[in-house]
């Protein structure tokens, strides 16, 4: 059984479990004719039955609110946008998917849809200062531009230290860019608080992913994801809106995280870790961004070590790690021969998701943090909830 079991053409069936696709040669090139084949085969079959019927709005929102905590306020409200967004994505509304989404917001944002950040006044300045320190800009200058006016009547720095959340630092960080020079300066044209909302979602991926939303929207996105009701269906999309090979929630989470596929990717790095020798991080990036052919990164030059092996040269070995970001990797040549390699080395079979390694950092965080934190966390709610 796959981690949440959804259905239609969005976030329908996750794909089977890549422990089972082990081989090569063969058995690699009939899991691929079946990938294809398969949609045909689920098409016929079900236009042989009645048609499916739609879920029950009423009766979805129901089983949402009553899988809450019972202390969460507005369960109707949040239940609400919960199901219109389940519905607008097409995802399934199963008790894996409704459970999966509590467990975020309660380990993001304890039901708060624009939640209290402590010491935000603090840690807001602390980055200011940062910035004007890289950027060799004197401290009197910084303190000049708070003392400006801002558009409600308070200096920058009065807004600063009465800000709560992030999406009150946000907005006076768009002012500050939008009305002070020094403010484009400091942020280079780039709002940083990059967060938003009830699921803590980020920012850069709701302005990706904007599309079908299915609200009017009120001033921008970055506006919109610090809703309750746009934070939720954007949170929702990273969380449940892709396709992957895992058998357990617990690597979704991770994603989350750590971002799209970064499970599936840690398990590849440590097949090709084991198969070349070479110690890597397990963190999920197969490329260094923005890298040349003839600059890869950790991973690209254990993978090339094997180029031999593989029969591969560099520049197929970079198409194919190219595709980390998308399920269509493990379907690649690359993929199939390095686990292959790896597992004869290993004499075991070797695991197709690893929580990533990741130490997670924000000027958000005071204690060091993992990506195997936030995941275990998470998947401890999801349990209570799938027992609720």
Known sequence: MNDDGRHTPRSSREAPAPAARTGTGGGSRAWRGLRVLLPVLLTACATQGPPRPAHDAVAVRAEIARRMPATTADRTGWAGDIQIAFDAQRIEPNAENICAVLAVIEQESGYRADPVVA???????????????????????????????????????????????????????????GRVPLGKRLFADMNPVQTAGPMQVSIAFAEAHARGYPYPVEGSIRREAFSRRGGLYFGIAHLLGYETPYTRK??????????????????FQNAAGLASGIELALDGDLLRPGARLDEPGQTERAVRALGASLGMDDRAI?????????????????????????????????????????????????????????ATRVNDRYQRCMRR
């Open 119 to 177: 010491g935000l006044p603090a840690i807001a300045r602390r980055e200011i200062d940062r910035r004007a320190s890289a950027l060799h800009v004197p401290k009197r200058l910084v303190d000049a531009a708070l003392a400006i006016r801002s558009t409600d009547g308070r200096t920058y720095a009065q807004r600063l230290r009465g800000a709560r959340t992030e999406r009150e630092l946000s907005e006076i960080y768009e002012d500050m860019i």
């Open 250 to 267: 617990l690597h979704r989470f991770a994603d989350y995280n750590a971002g799209w596929y970064a499970s599936r990717n840690a398990a």
């Open 318 to 374: 970079r198409n194919a790690l190219a595709r980390g970001d998308r399920l269509e990797f493990d379907d690649t040549d690359l993929y199939v021969k390095v686990f292959a390699l790896a597992e004869v080395r290993a004499r075991t079979p070797l695991p197709r998701a690893l929580v990533p390694g990741i130490r997670l950092e924000s000027p958000k965080i005071t204690r060091d943090l993992t990506t195997a934190w936030f």
